[in-house]
T-cell receptor
């Protein structure tokens, strides 16, 4: 069982609101990732981090931002949510080393009205 | 463009039958992984195969990798209704820690 948590699991908010999606892992993993996934579609990497104070944008352009102040915590923030941000957001982590298995959280399903 | 493309996009089989899904990718890799996703949930890692390996087994799962064709296949033997899920391959681009996920195969196993 992976020790990676996301809150909230479901979020419905109005346009223009600022939101933060939380992701925490207790495995001491250096690498963490955020993916965006529309229903029935592939995952798109939007942000990743190799360690504390390291963040990079992924392959899919996103208006969100991330921070990595602590190893275990990798929150994602949307300053002003829009209906186009409606999607599922998946957080993952992996250890350094040769076996880069990613452990995924349960996801946050975001709906922006 | 997508690193991983999978086919078929969807597959429906009877319980007890074998299910085979394929993944093709474009660039050289260090390893390839397969994940399962139940509806509306996070992904669960199934198996990892390295670029210098050709075949790997784990329980009812068998994965093959052909680096010359840049393709991999996942075989689930004696399928069960509980195997119903989406299956994704993920490849790393050599020299990076990023993984690119394929488009996924939606498997439905009918009881």
């Amino acid at each position: 069982e992976a020790d990676i948590y996301q809150t909230p699991r479901y979020l419905v908010i109005g346009t223009g609101k600022k939101i933060t999606l939380e992701c925490s892992q207790t495995m001491g993993h250096d690498k963490m990732y955020w993916y965006q996934q529309d229903p029935g579609m592939e995952l798109h990497l939007i942000h990743y981090s190799y360690g504390v104070n390291s963040t990079e944008k992924g392959d899919l352009s996103s208006e969100s931002t991330v921070s990595r102040i602590r190893t275990e915590h990798f929150p994602l923030t949307l300053e002003s949510a829009r209906p186009s941000h409606t999607s599922q957001y998946l957080c993952a982590s992996s250890a350094s080393g040769s076996r880069d298995t990613q452990y995924f959280g349960p996801g946050t399903r975001l709906t922006v009205l | 463009s997508q690193q991983g493309e999978e086919d078929p996009q969807a597959l429906s089989i009877q319980e007890g039958e074998n299910a085979t899904m394929n993944c093709s990718y474009k660039t050289s890799i260090n390893n390839l992984q397969w994940y399962r996703q139940n509806s509306g949930r996070g992904l669960v890692h199934l198996i990892l195969i390295r670029s210098n390996e050709r075949e790997k087994h784990s329980g009812r799962l068998r994965v093959t990798l052909d680096t010359s064709k840049k393709s991999s296949s996942l075989l689930i033997t004696a399928s069960r209704a509980a195997d119903t899920a989406s299956y994704f391959c993920a490849t790393d681009a050599s020299g990076t820690y990023k993984y690119i996920f394929g488009t996924g195969t939606r498997l439905k196993v009918l009881a």
